[in-house]
């Protein structure tokens, strides 16, 4: 079988060597029954690139609720009557202890989310102010996720000091037109191209557990490698009550350690963030996945789900042996 060890030592040294591995060989990764090979190998290749250091990110819900997008995994979408507290732009100082919080506990960046398919310009520039105001005060990276933009907006997030700015692509082309009818795969790539060309640092991932077949979680990693981001959210579906999603049966902790490891291979140089989902899905497997090809975790909860204490990750983070940046 192509998937053995053999084969994932070989890949593994091919991918150290700066070579790139290809579709075919990806799926035979993922495939694999030796997963604790994959696992070391992947792990191998986190260390040799990025070392022993894991970026731990906290985020705002800065704006909930709303959307006008009918994305079918999402609780803060307008088209579905789900049970999420529903609120308006934050004002700036409650944004900034926030970003003070999350500072004191640990994390190293803190992303400001709003749910908007693309920012109006008035609450665009409160989002400016509020900003700066972290920027001049606090010293931790600030990140932001607002939807779609346009060049004169990312230039202006660039000029403020923002690193990186957040634009998942979800899913695999070939299967998105089932989660979302209200834009296209291309107007996600469009905004991810944007962030890039101003000189921000892009950070795009997609949801695990959506029906996508094996052959999609691939696609959607090289879709990934093409846009070149630097940071790679992994969220596990957690399907909320009344959007279409729910009641889906959970993918397995093997499956979702097996995707993350395959796609260090992919992306060797990245930082892969496991995010939303994991405390549900993985709990002390993310243990395991932080030796496995991830290199990154969001602490402290997400967008309309609780996670861990910040506390606790940095524990668990000591205890394995690795360092928070």
């Known amino acids: 079988m192509r998937g053995d060890s053999t084969f994932i030592h070989e890949k593994m040294n091919q991918v150290l060597s700066g070579n790139k591995i290809n579709f075919d060989e990806a799926l035979n990764l993922i495939n694999s029954n030796d997963i604790l090979t994959l696992s070391d190998c992947a792990n191998n290749i986190t260390k040799s690139f990025n070392g022993d250091f894991i970026d731990v990110e ?40 926030q970003a003070e919080k999350a500072k004191e506990e640990g994390a190293n960046s803190f992303c400001i989310v709003c749910a908007y398919r693309s920012p109006p310009e008035k609450e665009f520039k409160q989002i400016c102010k509020t900003i700066e105001l972290i920027k001049n005060k606090i010293d931790i ?48 790539i469009n905004t991810a191209k944007i962030a890039k060309e101003v000189g921000l640092d892009l950070c795009s991932g997609g949801i695990l557990g959506m029906g996508e077949t094996i052959e999609q979680r691939i696609e959607l990693g090289f879709a990934l490698e093409a846009i070149h981001p630097d940071e790679v959210p992994i969220n596990i579906l957690i399907g909320r009550e009344g959007t279409p999603m729910f009641g889906f049966n959970p993918i397995s902790p093997e499956e979702i350690i097996k995707t993350i490891a395959t796609f260090r291979f992919i992306m060797p ?46 524990q668990m983070i000591k205890e394995i042996g690795l360092k928070s940046r």
């Open 269 to 314: 140089k990245t930082i892969i963030k496991i995010a939303g989902g994991r405390e549900v899905h993985l709990k002390h497997n993310d243990r395991i996945i932080l030796k496995a090809g991830a290199n990154g975790i969001i602490t402290g909860g997400y967008l309309t789900t609780k996670g861990n204490k910040a506390s606790e990750d940095l």
């Open 141 to 188: 990276d600030v990140n932001a996720s607002l939807g779609f933009l346009t060049k004169d907006m990312a230039h202006t997030l660039k000029a403020l000091g923002v690193k990186r700015y957040n634009h998942n692509l979800e899913t695999a082309e070939s299967f998105f037109k089932k989660i979302c009818t209200t834009h296209t795969y291309q107007d996600r």
């Open 58 to 97: 906290k985020l705002i819900n800065a704006k909930s609720g709303r959307c006008p997008e009918d994305c079918s995994f999402c609780a803060q979408s307008s088209f579905y009557n789900t049970d999420i507290t529903k609120y308006p732009l934050l004002d700036p100082d409650n944004i900034f202890s």
